[in-house]
């Protein structure tokens, strides 16, 4: 039997790399790996037969969650012994070259999702972001992560009962969202402590992932007095020569993004409570996490 043209093996693959780089992210929470995860697939469809593939989209989906759920094993131990706090690594979305653009269905791709999806076992997580993103039955992921349906409906249940339980109550309009962003700015910007107490909620928490290669707390901080300080302290030096802030959406949620010549340097996004008060910080600064906002730079 005659194979398939390399040149029509390549198309069907492009046809459907949005949507596998949007489940190996989700699977992931890092768009590295998610690439890495995304081209092994491309090698292994490069030596497939297609002629004898039936389901083109099927196959690709099934090997790239494969693929992620094995990264995800081996990537357990790299995580426990991660400097500092650990988040998924941000994104900009809403734009052409948004990887979570496939994943429309259900589930949202925002960052306080991710870190939830973060406590899920490899294999729930795999299953809930299957079922619940992307609309696959559970006779579809049982197939996938060999498993019978019963079992893949088990964990499903499992998973959907531990989000359910961990995750945001509030999810705040993200107009509202914007404009505490930018009253929590200028008042961190201008070490205005009285202003930062005023927006956050007495028992917040700021999570800051420096990954040891940028300043940052080694141990979440909690509480308004003690957040509101800490960006006090940092105020002088919030704004290196030649960078600017500009607010961007990042996981489907405004992001004040610090960018330099050289793109993103640090993000900072805000989850708020039911009385609009800032009750989850997550801080980025580890470059390898600011790869997916390589489309900033200055001047653009």
Do not use: C
Not at 11 to 35: I, K, N, P, Q
Not at 105 to 120: D, F, G, K, Q
Not at 216 to 240: E, M, Q, T, Y
């Amino acid at each position: 039997m005659e194979r398939t043209p390399p040149d029509t093996r390549e198309a069907e693959f492009t046809a459907h790399r949005t949507r596998l780089v949007g489940v190996a992210y989700r699977l992931l929470g890092s768009v590295g790996d998610a690439e890495d995860v995304v081209q092994e697939a491309w090698l292994r469809w490069a030596r497939v037969d297609t002629a004898t593939v039936t389901d083109p989209l099927a196959f690709l989906v099934r090997t790239v969650s494969r693929l992620a759920l094995d990264r995800l094993r081996r990537i357990a131990a790299r995580r426990e012994t991660y400097v500092g706090p650990w988040l998924p690594e941000p994104v900009l979305t809403g734009g052409p070259d948004d990887p979570a653009a496939e994943a429309e269905r259900a589930s949202s791709v925002s960052m306080a999702m991710l870190v939830v999806l973060e406590t899920l076992t490899p294999l729930e997580r795999t299953v809930f972001v299957l079922h619940e993103a992307f609309a696959y039955s559970y006779g579809e992921i049982a197939e996938i992560v060999d498993r019978s349906p019963a079992a893949v409906r088990q964990l499903a249940h499992r998973a959907r009962e531990h989000v359910a339980a961990r995750r945001p109550r509030f999810a705040a309009d993200p107009a509202v969202r914007r404009t505490a962003t930018e009253r929590f700015l200028r008042a961190s910007l201008e070490g205005d402590l009285a202003a930062l107490l005023e927006l956050l909620a007495p028992d917040a928490t700021l999570w800051a992932d420096g990954g040891g290669k940028a300043k940052a707390p080694l141990r979440p901080i909690h509480g308004a007095d003690k957040i509101a300080r800490f960006f006090v302290a940092i105020s002088a030096d919030a704004l290196p020569p030649g960078a600017s802030i500009e607010i961007v959406e990042v996981n489907e949620g405004p992001a004040a993004v610090l960018v330099g010549s050289a793109g993103g340097i640090a993000v900072l996004q805000l989850d708020l409570d039911d009385d609009r008060r800032v009750t989850d910080l997550r801080l980025f600064g580890n470059p390898d996490k600011l790869t997916g906002l390589a489309a900033l730079r200055m001047g653009d």
